[in-house]
């Protein structure tokens, strides 16, 4: 199964963006890549996703290289209640069930 | 709004006895998913169901079961409990790939 790797944790300030990486290099051409967030003590919520080209809605912009072996989150200007973990997973186009989150990115906004 | 519910939001079981995690959603979904998620460890699937009295396995199936009799409602069972499923457990939803998952707010259980 595809991987992905991200750092453990990141800092910001409020009112900064916030680029959250994310390598995913053994990245299939079925595969999509989506992004969640889990606040403290809730079950994970749904940020965004994409397959090839750059994707933007209310809440953040995901970035893809053109090799898609990598993408990044773009917060675009962070705040407290964006404090959270944040998980980039791949989605097999030929099984919904088959995608595995790993450990996420722990997100902190100093005021 | 999209609602993903969870039976209970802290369980205490004892050792042996038998566990009906429930799960319900509102939104028509035909995929139903039931995680676990441990420190260090992150979301581990347990099973998953693409259809009512569908099911596949995830990636830690051992020591559960699950039930999909109508499409709303998707049942984890631990037949007989032990203490390394001390866990916080997670269902979520979602319609046909690629689609977003929409989760629950989560079962804390312990196994005394």
């Known amino acids: 199964d595809a991987k992905t790797t991200q750092p453990n944790s990141m800092e910001s300030n409020e009112e900064e963006p916030v680029h959250l990486p994310c390598n995913h290099s053994?990245?299939?051409?079925?595969?999509?890549i989506h992004w969640y967030r889990q606040l403290p003590s809730q079950g994970p919520e749904y940020v965004i996703h994409g397959l090839t080209s750059n994707v933007n809605n209310r809440m953040a912009s995901l970035a893809i290289a053109e090799d898609r072996k990598s993408s990044t989150l773009i917060l675009h200007r962070a705040t407290l209640r964006d404090a959270a973990v944040y998980y980039c997973?791949?989605?097999?186009?030929?099984?919904?069930?088959?995608?595995?989150f790993g450990d996420g990115t722990t997100l902190t906004v100093k005021p | 709004d999209v609602k993903v519910t969870q039976s209970s939001r802290y369980l205490v079981k004892r050792t042996g006895e038998k566990v009906f995690l429930e799960c319900v959603q509102d939104m028509d979904h035909e995929n139903m998913f039931w995680y676990r998620q441990d420190p260090g460890l992150g979301l581990r699937l347990i099973y998953f169901s693409y259809d009512v009295k569908m099911k596949e396995k995830g990636d830690i199936p051992e020591g559960y079961s699950v039930s999909r009799e109508k499409k709303e409602r998707f049942s984890l069972i631990l037949e007989s409990a032990s203490t390394n499923q001390t866990s916080m457990y997670l269902c979520?939803?979602?319609?046909?790939?690629?689609?977003?998952?929409?989760f629950g707010p989560g079962t804390r259980l312990t196994v005394t």
């Open positions: 979520a939803s979602s319609f046909e790939y690629p689609y977003e998952q929409y």
């Open positions: 997973i791949l989605r097999d186009n030929n099984n919904a069930g088959k995608s595995t």
């Open positions: 053994t990245i299939s051409g079925t595969d999509y």
